[in-house]
């Protein structure tokens, strides 16, 4: 079986440009999150969708944005890049909402903003 | 709010030896707790997780952690160092919610021959 797939794998843009980077989650997965992990540190984390409703938001301004559709995979779209937002952005699906499902990460997509 | 802390961002063993690997979490509510594990240029892969069950929980590869609320700590250990256990290794919180997860800094575990 297929696991989370993230696409591209790496991207490398320029500050101001716009981006979007998609994940398929596990088959039967309804629930998909989405990461940040700037070198030297911990994921962070950034939205949540479960049946294609935001059902969490962390501490990201409002250039990044996502949505999920009816298949259950998900966009992060990512606004007037910055330098900062070079990171290595990870995508997890689970069964449903809820930690106890269990959450499985994707490879996730390496971004670089020069 | 909900908040983890790694102690030691750089763990050299020997192969053979005991690993111990330190986190504390901080949480307002009965806590759920996480050990992942993360190679070279891929995602994060689950070891273990504590869910208010034992507090002994058992994972993949031979690595376990006890949850112990009188000290906060949700310690990763493994009695013996394989090389292919060398990796970045994160501990993480999550509220009741299950929203999010909140991820400690991460500790690099080398192992030595």
């Known amino acids: 079986d297929a696991g989370v797939t993230q696409s591209p794998t790496h991207l490398i843009k320029t500050r101001g440009q716009h981006v979007t980077l998609r994940c398929s989650p596990i088959?039967?997965?309804?629930?998909v999150s989405w990461y940040q992990q700037v070198l030297g540190q911990g994921p962070q984390f950034i939205f949540q969708?479960?049946?294609?409703?935001?059902?969490g938001r962390g501490n990201f301004p409002d250039r990044f944005s996502a949505r999920q559709f009816p298949n259950y995979s998900s966009e992060l779209n990512v606004n007037a890049l910055l330098l900062g937002d070079s990171a290595l952005y990870l995508c997890?699906?689970?069964?449903?909402?809820?930690?106890?499902?269990?959450?499985?990460f994707g490879s996730g997509t390496r971004l670089t903003v020069v | 709010a909900q908040s983890v802390t790694q102690l030691g961002s750089h763990v050299s063993v020997s192969e053979g030896a005991l690993v111990l690997l330190r986190c504390n979490y901080s949480?307002?509510?009965?806590?759920?707790l996480f050990w992942y594990v993360q190679y070279p240029n891929q995602g994060l892969q689950l070891l273990l997780k504590y869910t208010s069950a034992a507090t002994l929980v058992k994972g993949i590869n031979g690595f376990e952690a006890e949850f112990k609320k009188s000290e906060t700590s949700f310690h990763l250990t493994k009695p013996s160092a394989h090389m292919s256990d060398a990796a970045e290794y994160f501990c993480a919180v999550s509220e009741g919610t299950g929203n999010q997860f909140y991820f400690g800094t991460g500790t690099s575990l080398t192992v030595i021959p």
């Open positions: 969708y479960y049946e294609k409703e935001e059902r």
């Open positions: 949480s307002s509510v009965p806590p759920y």
């Open positions: 997890a699906s689970s069964l449903r909402q809820g930690e106890n499902y269990g959450y499985t």
């Open positions: 088959s039967g997965h309804k629930s």
